[in-house]
């Protein structure tokens, strides 16, 4: 069988958990060489599954971007793809009139600013490398209101923005960029979410033609197709795997 992402150089970002350990794992298994960016935990997850590198940074920090692509292009030969897929709730169930501010702030830093810096870092590496693929992982709640998280709403509308402005000046040179709109998915994010309110569980439930939550491997499986050559003609598009949650 071919591997779709045979001689890929790929970082993921937040891929020591949830939907990046996912995404992290089955880039490994279609070929690519994969380096693993997050805050923690990097080094025990690129042993786990096998990746070639692991990093671990604050990825709303410009120089931690700068230093670890700038290692990864050396010890590998270029940069293919970037995954920016680290992410944070903030607080849940808060209405924005009782928001804390310091808390939007660092949730945009994480969402927003984290996977700006990735585009800004990342973008010069891949035009030296020839082209390559940028996946962004937005959410249904860049355009599916859910209250409560406006700052989390608010980073991945941002995000959603980014992809189409960056897919339309990078498009002509070889760069594809995109966005994934996950709906609920099993991650020990939402895991800590739920597991005090079964109210919240019944609520996704009801709120998915499909009646469940999607899994990490779902998720990879889109990032791949994205991120790979059968995509060559998709760029600055939002794709829901969401279980048609948008739909409804």
């Known amino acids: 069988m071919v591997k779709k992402l045979a001689g890929k150089i790929a970082v993921v970002t937040g891929g020591a958990s949830g939907i990046g350990h996912g995404i992290v794992k089955r880039f490994v298994e279609e070929g690519a060489t994969v380096a693993i960016f997050d805050l923690a935990n990097a080094t025990e997850a690129a042993a786990e599954l096998k990746a070639a590198a692991a990093f671990e940074i604050d990825i ?8 670890a692509l700038q290692e990864v292009v050396d010890r590998f030969g270029g940069l293919h793809v970037l995954v920016n897929n680290a992410a944070i709730t903030g607080p849940l169930e808060t209405p924005v009139g009782s928001y804390p501010p310091d808390d939007f702030a660092r949730v945009l830093r994480v969402n927003t600013i984290g996977s700006f ?9 891949m035009l030296r490398s ?3 693929a ?4 937005s ?11 406006c700052a989390y709403n608010a ?3 941002a995000l959603d923005s980014l992809t189409r402005t960056a897919a339309c000046e990078y498009g002509a040179q070889g760069i594809r960029i995109n966005s994934i709109r996950p709906g609920m998915v099993e991650t020990p994010m939402f895991a800590h979410a739920l597991r005090d309110n079964p109210e919240l569980k019944r609520k996704i439930w009801d709120a998915s033609p499909l009646s469940r ?10 990032v791949v197709f994205l991120a790979s050559d ?10 829901s795997v969401d279980g048609g949650y948008l739909a409804t």
């Open 60 to 67: 709303g920090d410009a120089a931690a971007w700068q230093r």
């Open 117 to 125: 810096l990735g585009h800004r870092f990342g973008i010069p590496h």
């Open 130 to 132: 020839g082209g390559g």
């Open 134 to 137: 940028i996946v962004n992982i």
């Open 139 to 149: 959410a249904a709640a860049a355009v599916k209101t859910t209250l409560g998280v």
């Open 155 to 157: 980073s991945k509308a």
């Open 213 to 222: 939550m999607g899994t990490p491997a779902e998720l990879a499986a889109a």
């Open 230 to 239: 059968e995509a060559s003609f998709i760029t600055g598009a939002h794709l």
